[in-house]
């Protein structure tokens, strides 16, 4: 049994594993062969629910580009009043999902927890920022390299790898992105794209957190991300001038786009290597202009259709690639997280 822990990369008590075993597969504690084996069969499942969630949280941001048009606030305005319903949305969850655990959890945080919380909220706050004070051509070529800077994270403050097949995925999203950004306006001032780099560095970070501390709960860190966030608009919006009509489009906006893929996210990203995880977010670039396209008939470009269709390739060739290994070498080792 000692042997079997350590070649899965972590050390736990024999009656640890047999519950996990039991809890996850539903089959009755055996043999420490029969150990072996189920447990490579969580990790693979793990890893693949991992790419599933992080892409349902990338479909859930995709979505920004459509409620943006559809609510007529101010900025500000609209992101004091998102944060709310976002981060009551996910807390809200958070406590229907643990129970009577959930105060028990909340007091046991410990400092990733916080640091997860600052650097979301400082990643929306900078992601405004730099699409207001540079060019969205320059934000987003900035953004795509996020998979990269994760890689390096990763790798010097946990040692983890990104595979080969995550680097070239990454790679060609990044031509792709570059693709559909041909034509759009660059040249953005050096403080937008200041605000652009610090974005991409606190989405890179806080999911490298995840990844290294992934005993610790971190939804309730997504929720107070978002209300980090509403405090520090709260200063520049204009908290009354909104219509019960308005209120309602920013409390779907809140739930469907923030709440949800914050959700997903924070489920999905310990289970998959940190690079992966960015990388696989990357859907939300090519999927915003599509349901404008879809639900607003607002056109995108030669360029962007070409670009987007590049980065889908890229992405769902990995995600496919992914799905399609069995040999357990590949997979990250099963943790279980709270």
Known sequence: MARTMVELGFCVK??????????????P????????????????????????????????????????RLIPNDLMT??????????????LFFFLSEGRQALGILTGLRWPALAVACLSSLGMITGIGALRYTSVADAMVIYATVPFVTAGLAYLFIGERPSRSTLI???????GVTIMLLGSPWGGSMY???????????????????????????LPSMGASAWITSFICFWFASTL????????????????QNAAGLIFYAYGSRRVPAA???????????????????????????????????VLVALFSHILGEFRKTSPSQVQPFQVAP
């Open 14 to 27: 024999p009656i640890v594993a047999s519950r996990v075993a039991m809890r996850f597969t539903g089959l």
């Open 29 to 68: 504690a055996g043999p420490p062969q029969f150990y072996d084996s189920a447990m490579t069969l969580l990790e693979q499942k793990q890893h693949r629910l991992g790419l599933i969630l992080v892409a349902c949280a990338a479909l859930s941001w995709s979505s920004a580009g459509f409620f943006t």
């Open 78 to 91: 609209m992101l004091f009043w998102r944060g709310l319903f976002s981060g009551g949305a996910v807390f």
């Open 169 to 175: 995925a990454s790679a060609v999203a990044l031509a």
């Open 192 to 218: 937008g794209k200041f605000l652009a780099v610090i974005m991409s560095l606190a989405m890179a970070s806080f999911t490298v957190v995840m990844r290294k501390h992934r005993e610790v709960a971190m």
């Open 241 to 256: 001038s909104v219509t019960p009509y308005e209120l309602g489009l920013i409390a779907l906006f809140g739930i469907l």
């Open 276 to 310: 992966e995880a960015t990388l696989v977010a990357a859907l939300e670039v090519p999927l915003t202009p599509f349901w404008v396209l879809v639900f607003m008939n607002e056109v995108p470009g030669i360029p962007t259709l070409i670009g987007g269709g590049v």
